[in-house]
């Protein structure tokens, strides 16, 4: 059985050294013990990370910011005997419409 590539360190190791011989990486594998599929998809994979001078390749990457917590708290408003009820969330606007609301009743 042909020993799989033990992470980059040693992928880059390797593919090094199949170019110094000057053999292609499914010949040397071949040579040396090493798994060609597991070799070959690390070459693939440090080939899409890196452009062909070396430089790293810029990648967009989406940040999306985390929901924040929902409140526990809640809040409760009497106005003229009418109660409503609001969480920590509320938007103000709305509170403000409610109150109005209630008191042209």
């Not at 020993?3 to 000057?22: F, H, Q, S, V, Y």
């Not at 990648?59 to 009497?78: C, F, G, I």
Request: hydrophobic fraction near 45%.
């Amino acid at each position: 059985m042909r020993r799989k590539i033990d992470g980059e360190k040693d992928a880059r190791a390797c593919l090094r050294a199949a170019t110094a011989a000057g053999l292609s990486v499914r010949e040397w594998a071949r040579d040396n013990g090493v798994d060609g599929r597991s070799l070959n998809a690390w070459q693939i994979n440090l080939s899409r990370s890196r452009a062909p001078d070396g430089a790293v390749k810029a990648r967009l990457v989406e940040l999306v910011p985390a929901t924040p917590p929902r409140a526990d708290a809640r809040y409760l408003v009497h106005v003229d005997g009418a109660r409503i009820e609001v969480a920590d969330d509320f938007r103000e606007e709305t509170l403000v419409r409610l109150v109005r609301a209630l008191r042209a009743c």
